[in-house]
């Protein structure tokens, strides 16, 4: 079984920043792409950012220049840097992970979540 723990939410000012991390744990073998979604009350969820193994990113277009994805493989970990924050970034924040097990299938997990609040 894997968990991914978000951490680093919260309630920020317009304009500021956040850095938000996840960790994967478990019966891992091996961590393929990484990811951030979003999901604003009353809307779907959205990918943010995402990283392959191999450090190659993409970003949805509204975190372009704002936003930096980032992990490390010795940790099983992944991170998301949100600079200049606006109120239409509130949202939950999910980290996702495609997950190769020792014993068991590849398979895609999410976390649980992390809310981040941008508001004066």
């Known amino acids: 079984q894997v968990q991914l723990v978000e951490s680093g939410g919260g309630l920020v000012q317009p304009g500021g920043s956040l850095r938000l991390s996840c960790a994967a744990s478990?019966?891992?073998?091996?961590?393929?792409?990484m990811g951030w979604y979003r999901q604003a009350p009353g809307k779907q969820r959205e990918l943010v950012a995402r990283?392959?193994?191999?450090?190659?990113?993409n970003y949805a277009d509204s975190a372009k220049g704002r936003f930096t994805i980032s992990r490390d493989n010795a940790k099983k970990t992944v991170y998301l840097q949100m600079n200049s924050l606006q109120p239409e970034d509130t949202a939950v924040y999910y980290c996702?992970?495609?997950?190769?097990?020792?014993?068991?299938?590849?398979?895609?997990?999410w976390g649980q979540g992390t809310q981040v609040t941008v508001s004066s």
């Open positions: 990283i392959t193994s191999g450090g190659s990113t």
């Open positions: 996702n992970a495609d997950v190769q097990t020792v014993a068991g299938p590849r398979k895609n997990y």
């Open positions: 478990g019966s891992i073998f091996s961590i393929y792409t």
